[in-house]
């Protein structure tokens, strides 16, 4: 039996299932067609029971860009690089107490590399009993609903970014950032910017990575930055993502932050895949 693909809002403003599909075979035109297009309205879109393994995940991947390389090699998938292993498992099978605590402040991938990722796919393997999710804030949404001075002033400005320096970086890794293959440069990005499909503005900000403004003292920037983080992720613009085994999840970079929740039991198990594409 074939459905036509069709969308279920999960989300007051964000958090779709895409229905209908299934990612294990390779997609025909016009279902990869209508994914792109569904994925470009809809940044975080969810495709429920599936069963995939590294390379069909890549595979997807590659249907909006070309994945690549983690840069924490000690959670490159050994077979595919260009997929991840995001896990709370350790090599001998010990559960990682600090795994809950991960990336559970507020960010954007990657921002401070000098090219941007467009989206990240995760699929989750095992999950814990309850709780576990993951949050995203929409920042289309978000910028819309900032005052008008505000946009303004934004729209004239210049952020720059470093690998876990901003206020959320500071506050959560201090000194210990992890063993990477190579050094970051500061890079700067517009703190507005437009999402490639729909024309819609983006508030490109987020508290991990972003640590001032081009043209203004740290005084002010940093408040500035705590300003836009509470602005963005109040209640009524937040997905919270509840997993279930097999669920593919792929998220637009530009246009949403996200975290873990880190709210599961640190004794249970967590596991997913996850790749990052960029634009080829
Ligand atoms: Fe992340």
Same mark, same amino acid.
């Given at each position: ?138 920042? =289309?949404? +978000?910028? $819309?609903?900032? @005052? #008008?001075? %505000? !946009?303004?002033? /934004? ?103 996200? =975290?873990? +929740?880190? $709210?599961?039991? @640190? #004794?249970? %198990? !967590?596991?997913? /895949? ?7």
């Amino acid at each position: 039996m074939t459905t036509t693909p069709h969308l279920r809002p999960l989300g007051e403003t964000l958090g779709t299932e895409a229905l209908g599909i299934d990612l294990s075979k390779p997609l025909d035109e016009a279902t990869s067609a209508w994914v792109v297009r569904a994925f470009a309205e809809n940044p975080v879109l969810v495709f429920r029971d599936q069963d995939l393994g590294a390379p069909e995940l890549a595979a997807f991947g590659r249907r909006f860009g070309t994945p690549r390389m983690h840069s924490l090699i000690k959670y490159r998938h050994a077979d595919h690089p260009e997929v991840s292993w995001l896990t709370n498992v350790e090599d001998d099978g010990k559960v990682d107490w600090y795994g809950v605590k991960r990336a559970t402040d507020w960010h954007t991938d990657s921002t401070y590399e000098d090219d941007l990722p467009l989206l990240a796919i995760l699929h989750a393997k095992e999950v814990p009993s309850e709780k576990g999710g993951t949050m995203f804030a929409d920042m =289309r949404a +978000a910028y $819309d609903a900032l @005052p #008008e001075p %505000r !946009r303004q002033q /934004l729209e004239g400005l210049t952020a720059l970014h470093g690998r876990s320096i901003g206020p959320a970086g500071e506050k959560l890794y201090g000194d210990d950032r992890g063993v990477t293959d190579k050094t970051y440069i500061d890079v700067h990005w517009p703190a507005v910017t437009r999402h490639p499909v729909t024309g819609r503005q983006i508030l490109f900000v987020n508290p991990m990575h972003t640590y001032g403004f081009v043209g203004m003292s740290r005084d002010e920037a940093w408040p500035l930055i705590q300003e836009l983080a509470e602005h963005a992720t109040q209640d009524r613009f937040v997905y919270y993502h509840r997993w279930r085994v097999g669920d593919v999840l792929m998220w637009d970079e530009r246009a949403t932050m996200h =975290r873990g +929740a880190g $709210d599961y039991r @640190p #004794e249970e %198990r !967590r596991i997913m /895949l996850r790749t990052i594409v960029y634009p080829n």
